[in-house]
């Protein structure tokens, strides 16, 4: 049977055996698979996050999103990549024109994503995919986390629209609104606007109150004059960005936010100009630039003198969104790995069976869990959040930024293994590895790095506002409502999490502790998706289901919170039969995943 059969199960294709030519010896990759039939995972969680009424209604289109993302996506993708946006400065006439031109790949990725899924409306308006309602964060999720597993590049324009959309609605200006809320969240795509944020200049990355784009006041409209330096999306319909009002005074405090139209409302040319697009590592799909403003109109958004705060409202909930298509990325990553492992025969068997891929396999396995769950858990919290759940928007506020962190952080190493599984063909553009790589690289970057999201952990999230004790009190709920948990391991988990909780507030009470607090940060995320995973694995095995995030669970404690030996020859029996099952495609019942708990 030839590997390009096509199936929607990867334990099937994963069984294909070499045929006729050396050909038939390559192994397969994902290409072609149902992402959601093979993500068995995802599928178990979803009755947990979604309601009854969500789950019947979205089924049958994450199903097809799953089709569209193993097949007509990735393909659209691959080739999007490899013929990226082109910048026309002038046309022929010596016009400053500066348009970018899209391969006509990227143009159907985004009739995919805006057209078809309709993701940019879902949060915003009643109909979409002919939901009744305004579409919850769970859901609304779940179909970007399936589209990054074969696009991640688009998924920068459709977050920064969607979350652009939240500040006319939040500031409430009916003219604002009209301008640009209705075309952000048209069900129409021939109808949409694009939206995107600016904040990065070349003085004024992490630290944002060094800005120097100055606002000027032009009666009920403001000008903009001076430069930013990472702009992605460049070409987008309206961009939110920060400016210096003039006469502020320096910091953050001096940050107006304002929208700046691509064209002005006679359809002319707004006054400012993209210079040049980035020559980037990854999401080579998708425009990023740098941008002149001479005298640029734009609008006010809100309150002049707190454009800081407004603009974080919106990082925020992009940070969230980065952390989902992480977890998408290290999803894709495990599946190629699995593919090429059980496929690929090295020394008269399967290299699945060998010992040292299998600790690879795991150390791809276990993060990639782990961000499933703490997307699912961040949006859940911010269901609760939007319907002024004050526990929901504590538990939000430091579940998003250890998300982000980790799961972004995460992807990298997890990219790199799975491209090392596949061998040297991981290395080969044809192969989706090394986009997967270079495409894992920016979600250290964007949204702030792993650093700035550690401290708004520690020193913020837990030092000022005391976010922690939600998250502690979620796990708790989510611990006692798992009966299939045995207490041994349940108060493991609790002492675990409680240890971590400590450490982070030990180091949030003294600033002199902060190069303590990637560390800290680390330590609630492990603790916290380690005590959730066993929650669902006991929920889901009680009812018949897949048990195996229990055994995950332990091995988050195990091997990411325990301080090893290194130099010890000892595994533990646990460990040894723990990873055997979890490398099968079959489901573990929950009697199994408790007898091999008590290892």
């Known amino acids: 049977m030839s590997p390009d059969t096509s199936s ?45 009424a969500e789950l019947d209604h979205f089924s049958p289109h994450f199903e097809r999103m799953g089709e569209v993302a193993g097949g007509q996506l990735n393909q659209l993708a691959m080739v999007a990549d490899k013929n990226g946006p082109v910048l026309h400065p002038r046309d022929r006439f010596g016009r400053d024109i500066d348009w970018i031109e899209y391969h006509p790949a990227y ?80 069900l129409d795509f021939d109808k949409r606007l694009t939206g995107t944020q600016f904040m990065t200049e070349k003085a004024a990355g992490s630290d944002v109150g060094e800005a120097t784009l100055m606002a000027v006041p032009d009666g009920e409209h403001w000008r903009l004059y001076g430069e930013k330096w990472f702009c992605s999306h460049a070409d987008a319909d309206v961009a939110l960005l920060l400016a210096r009002v003039q006469g502020a ?76 298509r992480a977890a998408g990325m290290m999803r894709r990553c495990l599946n190629e790995a699995l593919a090429a492992a059980r496929f690929r025969r090295q020394f008269g068997e399967p290299v699945v069976c060998k010992p040292l891929m299998r600790e690879q396999l795991l150390d791809i396995l276990i993060p990639t869990e782990q961000a499933l769950t703490a997307f699912f858990y961040a949006a859940s919290a911010m269901r609760r959040a939007n319907n002024d759940d004050e526990a929901g928007t504590k538990a939000l506020r430091i579940a998003t930024p250890l998300l982000k962190m980790m799961a972004c952080r995460d992807n990298v190493p997890v990219a790199t293994a799975s491209m ?85 507030r030990s180091v949030a009470s003294d600033p002199a502790n902060e190069h303590h607090c990637r560390r800290a940060a680390a ?60 490398l099968e495609d079959a489901p573990i019942s929950l009697e199994i995943a408790q007898e091999l708990l008590s290892l």
């Open 523 to 582: 330590g609630l995320y492990n603790a916290h998706t380690a005590a959730l995973m066993a929650a669902e694995g006991s929920v889901l095995g009680s009812s018949g289901g897949d048990a195996r995030r229990l055994l995950i669970a332990r091995l988050v404690l195990d091997r990411r919170l325990n301080s090893a030996d290194p130099f010890t020859l000892e595994r533990g029996q646990f460990e040894a039969e723990a990873t055997s099952v979890l």
């Open 249 to 324: 005074p320096a910091g953050t405090k001096g940050l107006g936010l304002f929208a700046m139209p691509r064209r002005l409302e006679d359809g002319s040319r707004n006054s400012y100009r993209i210079v040049r697009l980035k020559d980037k590592l990854g999401t080579k799909s998708m425009a990023s630039g740098e941008i002149i403003f001479d005298g640029a109109l734009a609008y006010a958004v809100g309150d002049v003198e707190n454009g800081i705060k407004q603009m974080l409202r919106q990082v925020n909930l992009s940070r969230l969104s980065h952390g989902v």
């Open 420 to 504: 090392e599984t596949r061998g040297g063909l991981g290395y080969i553009e044809e192969w989706v590895n090394a986009r997967l790589i270079r495409d894992a690289q920016i979600g250290l970057l964007w949204e702030g790095t792993t650093n700035m999201n550690a401290i708004d952990v520690v020193m913020r999230a837990v030092g000022k506002e005391h976010a922690e004790q939600a998250l502690r009190e979620d796990v708790i709920q989510w611990l006692d409502a798992a009966g299939g948990c045995p207490g041994q391991f349940k108060s493991r988990l609790l002492q675990t999490l409680d240890r971590a909780i400590e450490f982070a």
């Open 8 to 52: 929607s199960s990867l334990a099937f294709r994963s069984a294909i055996r070499p045929g006729q030519s050396d050909s038939d010896r390559i192994p397969p990759d994902c290409a072609g698979l149902n992402f959601f039939d093979i993500d068995h995972q995802f599928q178990s969680l979803l009755p947990l996050y979604l309601t009854q």
């Open 107 to 186: 143009r159907e990725m985004e009739k995919i994503c805006w057209g078809d899924f309709q993701m940019a409306a879902m949060a915003h308006r009643p109909g979409a995919l002919g939901w009744p309602e305004i579409t919850s964060p769970p859901v609304k999720y779940a179909f970007q986390y399936m589209f990054s597993q074969s696009e991640f590049g688009l998924l920068c324009p459709l977050s920064v629209s969607e979350t652009s959309a939240y500040h006319f609605e939040w500031n409430d200006n009916p003219k604002l609104k009209e301008m640009f809320w209705e075309g952000l969240t048209s």
